[in-house]
Structures are given as C-alpha cells and as structure tokens.
C-alpha cells in the first residue's frame, strides 16, 4: 500500500456540506461495492442498478474495474500489489463521491480481503455497503465473456482469480446475492429494495 509523502497539507472543508448535497441529491452518499469473481455478473448487475437509481431521480455513478483501469488505474498491472494499490486508490474516489452525496458504485473484483477492509474504514459506518456476488466458478467460467477464463486455464494469464490467484470471500456482507442462478432484474431490485428499506433512497 502507498504511504502518503505529500507534507504541509491541510484538508480544506467547503460551505457546502454533505448534508446540503445529501439534501438536494435526494439520497444519501453511499458506496455499492459489488465484489466477486470474474464472470459473476458484477458491471451487469452494477449497471442495471444505476439505471433504476437515475429512473428513480436519484444521484448516481458507476467506477467500472476495466474502465478505471483505462486512465486512472493505467500504470497498475495484476499482481497482489498492484491489486491492492488499485483498491486503495478507488476507495478514496469513492470516499469523495459519498461526500458529494452520491450513490457510487464499485465492480471489481477486489479479491483481498484486507483491501475491502481498508476500503470500509476510509469512511463513516454505513457509507459502505459490500454486495457479495456468489457465482460458482464453473458458472463464471461458462460465460466468460472476456475469453479470460480460458486463457488463464492456457497459462496465457498469471495472477487470475479463481485459476492461479485467491478470491477471499467477504465475512459479513450486507448484500448476497446468488448471481449464478438469479436473473439480473431480481439481484438489481434486492439492492434497489435494500437501499429503500435502509434509507438511503
């Protein structure tokens, strides 16, 4: 994990609090972080979700894995450092888009345990909720929409989880969902639900 180097800085409050935004946004700031296995329906499930939040009038956004990876995450390759460092780095995007008061959501695989962890403690209790995808990795690798299962089964991939990297299932999370049998309309409404019965919309 990076150590901070940066030295002589102050954090700057603004005059606009998150309780204002919170306010107006209509929703609390609140991270979605979908975890699982590649394949397990995570940027599907994700995205549905954020359609039926916008159809709903409330405040939200979407931190795809690959799409990170493009720009912000670029230098980042797939071993547990790096892994890890890619973690840290979007739970402290996220950390800015709850105080924003915004729904943000995560699809990655975030495999490590320790690094969700680290995640949850950047913010207050309850600004993190950690939606299991449990997804057999047979199912996973039927669908393999990337191709990827193969190529790490080929040696083709090193690092890869589930073939020749671990997955560390989450101890207590506040959403399961059985993304290997259930549709993805059925998961979306149990996270939608979750979030209506909970308060956050």
Request: glycine residues 8%; proline residues 4%; aromatic residues 8%.
């Amino acid at each position: 994990m990076s150590e901070p180097v940066s030295t002589n800085i102050t954090w700057h409050h603004g005059a606009v609090t998150r309780a204002d935004r919170e306010a107006r946004n209509g929703n609390r700031g609140v991270i979605l972080w979908y975890t699982g296995l590649s394949g397990c329906g995570k940027s599907t499930i994700a995205l549905e979700v954020e359609k039926r939040l916008f159809d709903l009038g409330k405040h939200t956004y979407l931190l795809d894995g690959d799409n990170i990876r493009f720009g912000l995450n670029s230098n980042l390759g797939f071993a547990p450092q790096d892994r890890t460092e890619n973690i840290r780095r979007i739970g402290e995007v996220a950390k800015l888009f709850v105080d924003a008061g915004i729904i943000v959501a995560t699809a990655f695989i975030s495999p490590y345990r320790a690094d969700r962890d680290r995640v949850r403690a950047l913010v207050a209790p309850g600004d993190m909720l950690e939606i299991f995808l449990r997804c057999d990795i047979s199912v996973c690798e039927q669908r393999d929409p990337k191709g990827l299962y193969k190529k790490a089964r080929a040696g083709e991939i090193n690092d890869f989880t589930g073939v020749s990297a671990p997955y560390e299932e989450p101890l207590s999370p506040e959403i399961v969902l059985d993304s290997g049998a259930m549709p993805v309309d059925a998961c979306a409404r149990a996270v939608v639900e979750y979030l209506q019965e909970h308060g956050y919309i």
